[in-house]
């Protein structure tokens, strides 16, 4: 369960509010609440709670943060931040088919390993009149760009258009399968391994994208 820091940390920490910068104040907010979710769960993420931690006030976390949904955002932007360097480290100057095998198992590795930050990225949703911030939306394409270069190198048939958009298609069959193993679900569909089944799911992908 997630504690709060004790009354002489939390005395030392507002004693010490002067000397944090506001891009301080802004990296501690995150980190604090990365672990709730980690620990707690993304229901349990709260903004008293953060403030609390790091021993500040609640308004001196708005004034680095919007709001709350902005906070969530940043949250869920250094998740795919930790995601993209982990794939990252999977690319290599090696046969394309691979790394794309190696990324995916990296990935569903990273989402069992992190699974309430990673169904947070998922679960959470922008209000109806919200739109996705630029920022975020190049941190989701840089993820979908690692595979996508990885695609563009297996077959000259296809442009980079289709490349994309066939990369896409295989990481939502990936990120589902995903989905049914972190949920419990994946037995009722009767797989048993999860890894041999995202293994499997890439390579008849891939065998049909360089066929067509």
Known sequence: MYTVL?????????????????????????????TIVD?????????????????????????????MADLIMHVKGQTLDDIAL??????NDGNAEQ???????????????????????????????????????????TVF????IQFQQLSSKHDEQQSKQAARALWGGVHGVCILSLTGKLDLVGVGNIEETVVLLVENFIKGWKAD
């Not at 021993?55 to 709001?67: A, D, H, L, P, R």
Request: charged fraction near 25%.
């Open 6 to 34: 004790n009354h002489s940390k939390a005395y030392y920490t507002m004693a010490r509010r002067s000397e944090h910068s506001q891009e301080e104040i802004k990296q501690m907010v995150l980190n604090v609440a990365e």
């Open 39 to 67: 620990e707690e769960g993304f229901s349990e993420l709260k903004v008293r709670k953060i403030a609390m931690e790091i021993g500040y006030t609640v308004g001196s976390i708005y004034m680095v943060f919007e709001n």
């Open 86 to 91: 982990q794939l990252q480290q999977q690319v």
């Open 99 to 141: 790394i794309i095998q190696d990324i995916a198992t990296t990935y569903l590795s990273y989402a069992n390993e992190n699974i309430n930050r990673w169904r947070m990225i998922f679960e959470h949703q922008l209000a109806e009149n919200e739109l996705v911030p630029d920022w975020y939306q190049r941190k989701v394409d």
């Open 145 to 148: 760009a690692l595979v996508e």
